[in-house]
């Protein structure tokens, strides 16, 4: 597998950085996961466009273009020979001291892996998955903009062993005032009486790509979505439950701590969203 690095594909045994990196020391840095569907990158000016804004926010120069990202992200699949899977795009504050302040780290790095990836077995999307609510609350957003998507993903990790230690694969994080943020790496949608609520970034969720997709598909399919504040309660009534993210797509959730959602099946509307977003995905990409 070739692995780029500012402006070079080695081969992955020889991809690495410096010790010094703060990405890797203090986790100081932005990423973006992206689909590629039958040789077109799915959303990518709309991956880049967030990824610049992430830097933004974090005061960190992408020493590279917008059209430049673009051209290394499909020439990095196009080196590995990928017609379908997954891109982590990587930008670190670079090599600095063993201090916080990034003034010393002159020189980001860019960094992409494209290979395969499969982040649930097929059975969740045809059966629903089960998840739980877990102790670990999502960040506050004063504290770290859930619009920010950074390389400390510790709150979302520490949310997932949860989750794994209960027997789960999947952890639905609640926000300090007790309301529903999202799942570790995926955005929470309900239908309820005709209607599909999701929760706001104000909650403490990530603008995922997916979910914006998600808004269009209910736009197209004629359904109201709003979004409102909304608390277990609210999901454990739900008539159907479905997370939406760039590696999960669109799953499911037939059972919310113990409790049946709807009548334990995969709903007729989340179906449809499954449906709909697959046909998407293989008209609106960037040819590589």
């Not at 967030?50 to 699949?77: D, F, G, H, N, Q």
């Not at 969740?124 to 670990?136: F, H, P, R, S």
């Amino acid at each position: 597998m070739k692995v780029y690095i500012n402006g070079e594909h080695v081969d992955s045994a020889d991809a690495k950085i410096s010790v010094f990196d703060h990405g890797l020391l203090y986790g100081d840095g932005v990423f973006e996961g992206i689909r590629i569907y039958e040789s077109c990158v799915f959303k990518l000016d709309e991956h880049l466009e967030r990824l610049e804004m992430s830097a933004k926010a974090l005061m960190l120069k992408i020493p590279l273009s917008r059209s430049e990202l673009s051209e290394a992200v499909c020439e990095t699949c196009r080196q590995n020979g990928l017609v379908d899977g997954y891109v982590r795009l990587v930008v670190t504050r670079g090599i600095g001291d063993l201090g916080l302040s990034p003034k010393l780290c002159e020189t980001p790095q860019v960094i992409i892996i494209a290979d395969k990836i499969q982040l649930y077995p097929d059975s969740y999307y045809t059966d629903g998955m089960k998840i739980i609510t877990v102790a670990t609350w999502r960040n506050n957003p004063a504290a770290l903009p859930p619009m920010i998507k950074s390389l400390n993903y510790l709150n979302n990790i520490m949310a997932k062993m949860d989750a794994q230690n209960a027997g789960f694969v999947e952890a639905l994080m609640l926000n300090d005032r007790g309301c529903v943020a999202e799942c570790t790496g995926d955005n929470v949608f309900i239908y309820f009486k005709g209607v599909i609520y999701t929760t706001p970034t104000s909650a403490g969720n990530l603008k995922g790509i997916t979910r914006e997709v998600a808004f269009n598909i209910a736009e197209a399919m004629g359904i109201p979505l709003k979004e409102a504040e909304l608390t277990r309660y609210d999901l454990w009534n739900a008539e159907e439950c479905f997370l939406t993210g760039t590696a999960a797509e669109v799953v499911p959730v037939t059972e919310i701590d113990g409790r049946e959602i709807g009548d334990g099946k995969p709903g007729a509307t989340t179906l449809r969203f499954i449906e709909d977003f697959r046909k998407k995905v293989s008209i609106e990409g960037t040819m590589l």
